[in-house]
């Protein structure tokens, strides 16, 4: 989650949440079982966390049997390792609902994640990235002007304000970089 994405939590309906169970059902991470681990000895809050939660299964397989549309849906590869939260029941709702962690509560914390199937957020979140995508290809045009302004020549009091300008859109653009930012 990038810093900018903080404020989805405060704005997010979570009265679209259909309680279905599937986004602590089946769940994986960018990085490896072993990495989050090794995060965890380090005493990295979101591994320790993430690992308090949320179990592996044994095989991609056995996630599948628990629900194959989500694992397809979601993707994977030889090294994808899916979870399941230890605090979900079998009425889809959360044994520690009114203490759960910020991990939880933030769900869904950003407007790239993968939902799943059928999930009420999908609209809403779809517009979200919308919003993003549109304010990074505005920001882009508006540093292309910062840059022709520079190259026409003006004086340093000048030079410096738009070089700060250009350093904070490309700081704001590069912080989704990880979801293409780059190339829209």
Not at 25 to 50: H, N, P
């Amino acid at each position: 989650m990038t810093e900018n994405e903080g404020y989805l939590w405060d704005r997010r309906p979570q009265e679209l949440c259909k309680k279905c169970g599937k986004c602590c059902r089946i769940v994986t991470t960018a990085k490896s079982y072993e990495e989050l681990q090794k995060l965890a000895a380090e005493g990295d809050k979101g591994a320790l966390d993430f690992l308090e939660l949320f179990e592996p299964y044994e095989s991609v397989e056995e996630a599948m049997l628990v629900d194959r549309e989500q694992v397809e849906h979601i993707g994977y590869d030889e090294n994808t390792t899916f979870y399941k939260c230890r605090f979900l029941q079998k009425n889809n709702l959360c044994s520690r609902y009114d203490t759960r962690k910020e991990l939880c509560r933030h769900c869904p914390s950003t407007p790239f994640v993968i939902l799943p199937p059928g999930c009420g957020f999908t609209e809403w979140i779809e517009n979200e990235k919308l919003k993003i995508v549109k304010k990074v290809q505005d920001l882009k045009k508006e540093r292309e002007l910062y840059r022709l302004a520079l190259l026409r020549g003006c004086d340093e009091n000048k030079k410096i304000m738009l070089n700060k300008l250009i350093t904070s859109i490309d700081n704001y653009i590069n912080t989704y970089a990880k979801y293409g930012s780059l190339d829209w």
